[in-house]
């Protein structure tokens, strides 16, 4: 029986060959973009699962208050003595393991890198994390002071064929390390990827780091600390001991301004954004967001089939009076369409692959993913592939089945069915709501982009064009001064200043802030951001002044104790304009001085952070980031000038160098991915919206030939007529589009509130999303109906 | 035996009511061959249907072979009908997308019988229709006369005890339409029940009976010998 079914489908197929290229192919688009964000949420899911004991591992987090009690910094690194603290303190955690990142220039006799990942870790890290080690003994192999292991592809990179094992590394021109083993790197599903690993000992070295400051340094934020605890164990146990813990060891009020956390490994990709994380995170908002447009998508593509195969029903209508005749049930009837549908689902199933295979590698681009095809195989996927095949069969099969079957045989056979088709109450709704998720989707697509827009033409208060970006050693080492002559004797360099950091960078460093209250200088509880400027900052960048002056090398006191403060920082310390803070005293940290000028606010991080207090002043051995402005054509030869003296000055560091607008557009490279993935996903989803419209409009029109003669013969003209096919189409865009305005609108002002400035959603969203899914809706229907409004009218009655 | 007692049929819309049959009584024998005749409207394909359990009647009852149907569900008449009753049209009622062979091969699928007698069974029934050359041509591939003799060989494939025939030569030429003819006294001969609606006189002369309504109602039986 299932074979005469499948039979009577594919001959079927064939017949209606464009009905079936609809079908076949809406739902195969359907489900690639199904599948591909599937692998996409899959991998994201996957991250730290590979870690054999991850479901108990925890990762301490540190959060410091301002004295008003807000949060002023979340950090995922904490201080180098909470580790061994938390072990003693702590009976029931099993392993406690510190890692501290770091970059350095490694050399291996000839062959000089700059490398980052760079991680320093204790001896017990393969207890707790789970590591492929290669070669090298992996109890012993991070034991010894001075030891460093190598991932398998740095190995590679340095040492080629022969065995690392023994072979001596010196990093930064000093010190000498020993490779006592090689491991496979970490999959990219993992929140951290060392490339090197040194051994925690290196650390007590004073040269290095120092025994005394593992110890006592409260303040180095900078060690991630992951705590390994026994099965079931209650962490909030712990968080609750954890104010006590701090008051004991760092001082009696410490757990008044730090807070100590725990964070599931497995939960770090997806639930974390900390101040301070070892990579860039991803957000289960996102994981949300692509699993609700995947389902949307597979939903508009089977209501096209559902619509469709309903549609084309009235020509199937004689077999299925006649089977009801010769003695099929309905179940019978329904078990044929179900598996009708099926057959046709398991085409677009072996389509949507093919697809998928052949837009990996560019979706891989576009996500900074590496889905590997492999990951089609991973039984999950094939499982998932399964439940899909069968949910998409019986939802796409499942009205038509039980719409067809519950015709009475004797109607069917006298042709009443036609006339039930033409006003399916279902099927209005059906389109209403295909057309609703693709509204929503091109609206948002429109908000994400004027969002994107507005980002990009905000005047940020300084300038961001042709500035080249640098990393200096530490300027005690040399005078930075002749280097900013040299620099400038290339006419296409007109200004070079220093700081400790650059726009479109975090700032992360604050210390405490005075001011004069009364006769004495009292602390301020508000958090001031530090920035190292030197007097070559503030002209490179343009930011302007809103009072006083700009540091001088006219003024030596400008050195040390002079600064600059932003008029954010000047509203909040309570001033009330830039002119009435120049000349006051200040105290910032330890340094004691006179603000000397206030500049206009500019937005030194991302758009996504309000404006911060800022206090910008001169602190040596911290102004290792030099921005260089150009300008002209000269490019080339600026650079070429500025390795040429780089080159001379530290001829043992790669000459590495960056523009600052391509730094700005990885600040919103994730909304730029956004932007391009509801563009994507909202053409498909009107695309295959419209492939179905175009079926049901064709297959309406042939219902109505009849009819269409009959007005003709009665005088209708061909406009009247197809404003007549038309119409009632329109009038269910129109709906689509009313439902999904509001539901548009809440969803996009959630989004639009990630963003600290952000743009208004204007009406003209509204107008313009609503004119193109008219105006393709049209399109898409005039090319039926006009076809069947020319028809000639004998033509049109004959064929009744 | 069919027996049918004072059977009404009414059609109901919102606004009309239609009294299609009103009072008809009629038995037919086993082995009978009865043609069913009258003007257009009076209700000849309405009571044939019932007869073929396709409907139900409004009131009366009707006793099909020794069971009480008119109250039936159309899934318990759809199980009595299945095997039991072959139908023919006028329109001949083939499925296109399915080949003479499969069209033919389609009630046994229903009745589950195993393929190896269901390949005998269609075998034999379409060498006796003198349709074996064309198993597996499609309906659009044949004459009228060879898509009606496909319908009558899927009609009488399961061997059913009666067979219902709605002008089953209304759209065939003369000499097809006596082939056909001859095809179902052959089947009557053999013992096969036939019920017939026919407009043509002609074809009414090879039944044994004709029964000529008029506005619902019996009005004439004539009995030919």
Redesign the interface.
Known sequence: ?IR?YL??AF??LL?HKLFSFINISGVAIGLTCFFLLALYVKDELSYDRFHEKGDRIYRLSRTFLSMDGTVSLRLGHTAPPFGPLIQQDFPMVEQVVRMLETGALMRYEEKVFNEENIFVADANIFDVFTFDVLAGNKNKALENPFSIMFSKDMAEKYFGKENPIGKIVKMNNQLDYTVTGVYAPLPAQSHFHPQFLVSFSTLNDNRVYGVEALTNNWGNNSFSTYLLLPEKYDVNTMVKAFPDFQNRHIEPRASAFSVLDLMKLTDIHLYSHLDSEIEANGDVQYVYLFTAIAFFILVIACINYMNLATATSATRA??I??????????G?LIYQFLSESMLLVSVSVLIAILLVLLFIPAFNDFTQKQLAIDSLLDPYFIVMMLVIWLFTGLVAGSYPAFFMTSI???GI?KGQIGSSLKNGGLRQMLVVIQFAIAVVLMISTAVVYSQMKFVKNYKLGYTTDQIVLLNMPDDSTFDFESVRQRLKQNGSIMKVGRSSRIPSGRLLDSWGASVMKGDTMAPTDITIKSLSVDEGFIPTYKIEMAAGRNFSRNFSTDKTNAFVLNETAVRTLGWKGAAEAIGKRFKYGEIQGQIIGVTKDFYFESLHQQVAPIVMFHQPGRLHRVSVQLAGSEIKGAIAHIRAIWEERFPDIPFEYEFLDQRFGQLYAVEQTQQTLFGLFAGIAILISCLGLLGLSMFMAELRTKEIGVRKVLGASVVSMVSLLSKDYLKLVLIAIVIASPIAWYSMQLWLENFAYHTEIHWGVFLLAGGISIAIALITISFQSIKTARLSPVKSLRSE | MLLITNLQKIFATEEVETTALNGIDLTINDGEFVAIMGPSGCGKSTLLNIIGLLDNPSSGSYNFYGSDVEKMSERQRAQLRKGNVGFVFQSFNLIDELTVFENVELPLLYLKEPIKQRNEMVEATLKRMNMMHRRNHFPQQLSGGQQQRVAIARAVVAKPKLILADEPTGNLDSANGKDVMNLLQELNEEGTTIAMVTHSPYDASYAHRTVNLFDGKIVTENFHV
């Open positions: 029986m005469n039979k009577i001959r079927n017949k004689k077999e009076g006649m089977r009801k005749v010769i003695g099929a049930d309905r019978q009475h045989p004797l056979l």
